[in-house]
């Protein structure tokens, strides 16, 4: 059996003559913040954010030289696993981040490391002494003077060395991780593929990979290694008389692992409620022929929760609706990565509110939409 | 006869053989106006919402693009989302959406700064004090349909610029 879950993602990163930053992904962002997600997670390791976020690139997989295969061999360093790599809200702080980011640690490697040993004069440096501060580049060693972006880009475009990389990486429980030879020495990457970009005459470079360690097999039988729990605790209220229920107050415990933009992960989380209250209260239409296929279904009929539905605080204030999401700290085993939550608040969402209904009325609804004839129909029984 | 109204501040002259032609289908047709968003067709979702001042009234109020007829807009001024940004510089409401994260896919949020900036716009003009604030907003932008954000950071957004404004204000 084949896992649902192999991915394989893809990005580039440029640096520009006036060392400013672009990021290039396969992945669409269709509103929920990947661009915004794919500029900011460059930031520590290139010591800026990208500038530019160019979504939706297809034209990078065919340029990794990479030849993808469901019986892949490993030893082969141009041949990777064939991975669904699409564009849900789940996949970018997991996935589409780890892609960026590690193409970001190859370039480091390949060019600003490079660069920094030939204005500071000090070919001892290695990688693990470099450290932005205040967006320069300085090193543990002593008496290096900090080097701006500007002074990086014009070192690494008058000696053309790399001016951008291209990575590819493969998931399936472990990133599948090679060694690379870059600057004259095998660095250890999680990713699949590595180009390199060279300004000079638009060249590429593409560096064999050696040392393959596989995916985890025993993960190909597993639909999901990575996933985001939350719990939530919903009260509510309803009317007896009509069958009404209205959401008075949520509080969403969520582990997303390391969180990149936080703004973005409440967004999805009160994106997710939303979504959820619809469900369970509102969404209905009948299967069939007099369902949507009908052609006579508009916003008048089919209910989804408006902004008096929901609870639209964010902090619960006495006498207020709100929804307050508590993110758990990111755990030793996150090790700094996110998990990539869409709507994974929504799902418990639904039994929460049911179980509410129970206590209030001491019925046990159990058939979605739970509307308020069916509210009405359980307390005659 | 000619249908005569001010769109963005611009006098506009329709011919009378047009009257039943939906409003929304002009700007995008006509005037190239494509910010107000069509979505349901049907006055349900408040996507295409406007801001409309016609005599007698005085007050901006709210109106749905995409079903009202051209007729009704004899005599009226309204204002589109491509009138609310003064040249680059973009409205304490647009600012604040921009801000708390408001928006995802971005589809309804025209309609939320036309409703938004009419409560804003009532309030400066009546301010009643933060006492009945949430109420208030409840009332103005309610109506609306936003599929991707859940609400809580429209909402956030428009309390906050309104505090700001009557703190302001003293």
Redesign the interface.
Known sequence: MRSTFAVSVVAAIHYGEDGSITVRTDAVDFGNGSSTTLSVVVGPILGANAKEVVTGDYTLFPQTGLTPSSTPDWDNPWSTATGVGSSSACLTAFHQVHVVQETARAYMQSAVLPAARLLWNRPQIVYDDLAWVEGRLTAKAAGVSPLTHDRLAQAIYSRNLPSGALGHAFFQGSWVTGRYAVDGSPVTLELDGLTLYFSANGDRKRIDRTDTVKPLQSASRCSRTVWSPCANIVALMVDKLTGAVRIENIISILNAGHVHVPELVSGQSQGGVAMAIGYTLLEDMPGGIAGPASGAWNLNRYHVPRLADVPHRSRYERGQRAQELIILPETSEDSGRGRGIAEAVMCSIAPAISNALRDALGVRYSSLPITPAKILAGLRQ | MTIRFAVNGVMRNVDDARRDEKLIDFLHEDLDLTGTKL????A??HACTLSIKKPPNREATPILACSTPLWMMDGAEIMTIEGVAQGDSLSPIQEAFIK??S????YCTPGFVMAAQILLDRLMAAPRGPADL?AQI?TA????????????????AVRKTVEAILRRNG
Do not use: A, K, M
């Not at chain 2, 979505?39 to 049907?42: A, N, Q, T, W």
């Open positions: 979505c349901c067709g049907i349900i979702c708390e994260f928006f995802q896919c971005g949430d409840e932008l309610g109506g609306h349909i936003c599929r991707c954000t859940g609400y809580v950071r429209y909402f956030e």
